[in-house]
């Protein structure tokens, strides 16, 4: 009878312990899906040991301030250990059409190049935190897109399938203002430049 309580008790306590680690071992693989960023624009080593994951509204003035940033961190990095993925979220009024043009223009193998005139113009094309759409094509023009493809591309199911996973992604990870930083996976304590340089260097120190 002692031999048959001790098993039951082995039993029980192991299917509780299972049973109390399977959410927490699927939300960390949810949350880890969430940051993986696959369908995502990057810059540097694919196989680099630390990971940004920026989270980024065009129309976002602080976006425009903190991206020039980490783009010189990456230029000043060694070539293998960060590593820079963008998605896009639209949280000032109107941003979705802007958001849709920067996915259209990955088609063109030019994202990089119109995120950065698209940020450093937002004063042509944003006004009091609302973006006024028939300034954003011009604000771009200069860049050798081809414009009717972009605007045709816009509104392809690819262009809305990333649009709605980066969307998805950010209310998991509840991510509720730009720009937001993962440091892999590992959020900012607080939200600063020193912060996330902080965060950075601990991780290449790792």
């Known amino acids: 009878a002692v031999v048959v309580l001790v098993v039951a008790l082995v039993a029980a306590t192991v299917l509780y312990e299972n049973e109390d680690t399977q959410p927490l071992q699927s939300d960390a693989m949810a949350r880890q899906a969430a940051l993986a960023s696959d369908h995502s624009p990057t ?9 940004i994951v920026e989270f980024l509204d065009p129309a976002c003035g602080t976006c425009a301030l903190f991206f020039p ?15 820079l993925s963008v998605r896009l979220v639209a949280f000032h009024t109107g941003s979705d059409y802007a958001v849709r043009i920067l996915e259209a223009s990955r088609k063109q193998d030019k994202f990089w190049q119109t995120l950065e005139a698209l940020l450093a113009s937002q004063n ?30 816009m509104n392809t199911l690819e262009v ?20 937001e930083y993962f440091v892999n996976g590992r959020p900012l304590p607080s939200f600063g430049q020193q912060q996330l340089l902080d965060l950075v260097r ?5």
């Open 160 to 179: 809305m399938q990333r649009i709605e996973q980066d969307k998805k992604d950010a209310v998991f990870l509840k991510v509720s203002a730009t720009p």
């Open 202 to 206: 601990e991780e290449l120190q790792k």
């Open 43 to 51: 810059l540097g080593d694919p196989g680099a040991k630390v990971h």
């Open 69 to 83: 940033m980490v783009k010189q961190w990456m230029a000043e990095a060694p070539p293998d250990k960060l590593r």
């Open 124 to 153: 042509q094309w944003v006004l009091n935190h609302i973006v006024q759409q028939d300034r954003v094509l011009p604000a771009i023009a200069g860049l050798g897109l081809n414009m009717d493809q972009l605007v045709a591309d």
